[in-house]
């Protein structure tokens, strides 16, 4: 979907990265050069957050991206027709619950038409406090919108994480990029890039 400009030190580099997506998301500092020479299809991530450590997560993978991140109270259908890589973000809540400004959203997406759209999902969780609802909240946006003809990118291997149950894992794998900030944030920059690494082809 998009044309890549790379030197032959640069394709060389990508494969080595691609090897790693299987893994717990180990990646090296080579992977944000390469991004830089990709030209990318209109994108933008959208957040739910309500302590703020969502939105902080949005606009790390925003800045890599090269675009801009807004809050899900902000997403308008024009947005959505605007852009055609959604990069949609959500905190947990509850028993495995959508962050609440998500609901509206939602439905929004739910009346958009997303078939010819690429979507890549993140969200935080607390895997020793809810280790049995672990980011459910990225199963719930999943499960709203997976019948809309769009594609998905970014699945996660479970491989590295701790936890009892979860809603966003499918086949194995969690449906987007699970992070835990509470218990595990020396991990988060590392996962945040390997993700980012993976799914930038496919934008």
């Not at 580099?13 to 830089?36: M, R």
């Not at 807004?70 to 495995?96: C, F, K, P, Y």
């Not at 607390?126 to 809309?148: A, P, Q």
């Amino acid at each position: 979907m998009r044309r890549i400009r790379q030197t032959a030190v640069a394709k060389a580099q990508f494969l080595s990265i691609a090897q790693f997506a299987e893994s717990p998301y180990l990646c090296t500092h080579k992977v944000l050069a390469i991004k830089d020479k990709i030209e990318m299809n209109a994108t933008i991530v959208v957040y739910g957050s309500s302590t703020g450590t969502c939105e902080a997560i949005a606009e790390k993978i925003a800045q890599k991206l090269g675009c801009e991140a807004i809050n899900v109270q902000d997403l308008t259908a024009e947005i959505v027709d605007s852009n055609q890589n959604l990069i949609l973000g959500t905190s947990t809540w509850g028993a495995g619950e959508l962050q609440d400004d998500w609901y509206d959203g939602l439905r929004l997406l739910q009346g958009a038409n997303l078939s010819d759209k690429t979507i890549a999902l993140f969200g935080c969780g607390d895997c020793e406090s809810y280790g049995d609802t672990f980011v459910g909240g990225i199963g719930e946006l999943y499960n709203g919108i997976k019948e809309s003809g769009a594609r998905f990118v970014g699945a996660v291997s479970t491989d590295g994480y701790t936890f009892d149950d979860s809603e966003a894992v499918v086949d194995g794998k969690f449906v987007g990029l699970p992070l835990d900030d509470v218990n595990e944030d020396d991990k988060t920059d590392v996962r945040i890039d390997a993700w980012v690494a993976e799914i930038s082809p496919n934008l």
